[in-house]
């Protein structure tokens, strides 16, 4: 899964932290990013959302 602050590859198994938010959980590469996360969380869920949505594009696509 992706960190939705940095964008880089997280295991949930090895991710530094992660937050709640509206019934989901966010897993971050650092305390840094989850901090970041954690002062406006519908900022990155948004990200999160279209990144969900290219995803689903990008799989009709092909």
């Known amino acids: 899964m992706q960190d939705v602050v940095c964008g880089l590859e997280v295991n949930e198994e090895d991710a ?3 937050s ?3 019934g989901r959980t966010f897993y ?3 305390e840094g990013c989850k901090r970041r996360f954690d002062a406006d969380p519908a ?3 948004k990200a999160f959302e279209r990144g969900v949505q290219k ?3 990008d799989a009709r696509s092909k």
């Open 20 to 22: 709640q938010y509206d």
């Open 16 to 18: 530094a932290a992660k």
């Open 43 to 45: 900022k990155y869920d």
């Open 28 to 30: 971050f590469c650092s």
């Open 55 to 57: 995803t689903r594009e």
